[in-house]
């Protein structure tokens, strides 16, 4: 997909003036986004900035102090969103399927058996686990079980991704074989995708957006636009002309 055609559509996220937090206390302030269909956000920021505690908001689990968050579709947050968290919920101890695993996205949905078994096909075959209905969950490796957390997220047919830091403790091959996953569906797809971290080498890999969270306050537009020396510096607290930045930046600003 084209970056450059990515606005040519109607948004389907806004934050307006969003200010939000825990105990009446704001985590954020004057949040703005404007996120349209297609486009792939990474929300970058260092540890404890307010990444998952926005995610949170629009997922309408973290109360909003101030200003807005609109979707601009006919469907409910539950019906559009789908999330991946950090790490798997499910105990440990109880014995479960991928199938059975997988299935749990549908909770809440009013889906017919035949279109369930459709989705959950259509699900594994995305992430790579075709096949692998009946193997028990808790024998698969962690990259093939973040995968599962892709598929339990998709089987919902979601507008919106919201992936939630996907790759901790993975090791390089499985977090690169799990963000490729994620480059086909937003290029074969063109599904829309909000993912944190604190990586900037994977935004500037695969990100079409960025949102980049400081000292309670998000920047956020084109990557080219936002992932400047400047304000990565700024963010990350690396000394002028830091070195770290020389690899990741290349030619950027």
């Avoid at 996120?35 to 900035?49: A, K, Q, S, T, V």
Wanted: glycine share 10%; hydrophobic share 40%.
């Amino acid at each position: 997909m084209n970056p450059e055609h990515l606005t040519d559509s109607l948004p389907i996220l806004t934050t307006v003036g969003l200010t939000v937090g825990y105990t009446g206390q704001p985590v954020l302030c004057d949040v703005n986004l404007t996120i349209h269909p297609g486009e792939f956000w990474f929300f970058l920021g260092g540890n404890g900035e307010g990444k998952t505690t926005l995610v949170r908001a629009l997922l309408g689990m973290v109360p909003v102090l101030a200003g807005r968050v609109e979707f601009h579709v006919a469907e409910s947050v539950p019906q559009l969103v789908g999330f991946v968290p950090q790490r798997c919920d499910l105990n440990p101890s109880l014995p479960t399927t991928v199938r059975e695993f997988v299935s749990l996205g549908l909770v809440g949905l009013r889906v017919a058996r035949s279109e369930r078994r459709r989705r959950l096909t259509q699900a594994l075959d995305v992430v790579g686990l075709a096949g692998l209905e009946r193997r028990a969950y808790w024998t698969l490796s962690g990259g093939q079980r973040q995968r599962c957390l892709i598929a339990r997220a998709l089987i919902r047919a979601p507008k919106v991704l919201i992936l939630d830091e996907p790759t901790t403790g993975l090791d390089p091959p499985t977090e690169y074989a799990l963000f490729e996953t994620l480059r086909r569906l937003h290029q074969n797809e063109g599904r829309t995708i909000l993912l944190v971290t604190h990586d900037i080498g994977l935004a500037l890999r695969y990100a079409t957006h960025v949102a980049l969270f400081h000292e309670g306050r998000v920047e956020a537009g084109p990557v080219e636009a936002i992932l400047t020396r400047e304000r990565l510096q700024a963010t990350f607290g690396a000394a002028p002309g830091g070195s770290f930045l020389r690899p990741l930046l290349g030619g950027h600003p």
